[in-house]
C-alpha cells in the first residue's frame, strides 16, 4: 500500500510540475507577445458585423416580399 501512496505523490508532483512549467511557458508567451488578444478581439467583431448584416438583409427580404405580394396585375 505504501508503495502506492508514494507512486501516487510522484504522479501527483510530476503533474505539479508539469502544469507550472506550462503556465510559466504561457506567461512567458504573453509577455513577449502582447497583444496576442488581439487576434480574437477581431474575430468577435468581425462575427458581430456578419450577424447584423444579415439581419439588415433579412429585413429588406421581408419587406421587398411583402411588397411584392401585394401587387396586383
Do not use: Q, W
Not at 450577424?51 to 421581408?62: E, K, R, S
Request: some cysteine.
Amino acid at each position: 500500500m505504501r508503495t502506492t501512496l508514494t507512486n501516487a505523490n510522484s504522479i501527483a508532483r510530476i503533474l505539479g510540475h508539469r502544469i507550472a512549467s506550462r503556465l510559466a511557458d504561457a506567461r512567458a508567451r504573453f509577455k513577449a507577445e502582447p497583444d496576442a488578444g488581439y487576434t480574437t478581439e477581431t474575430v468577435i467583431i468581425t462575427a458581430l458585423l456578419i450577424a447584423c448584416g444579415l439581419a439588415a438583409v433579412g429585413y429588406i427580404t421581408a419587406k421587398v416580399l411583402a411588397k411584392a405580394k401585394g401587387l396586383e396585375f
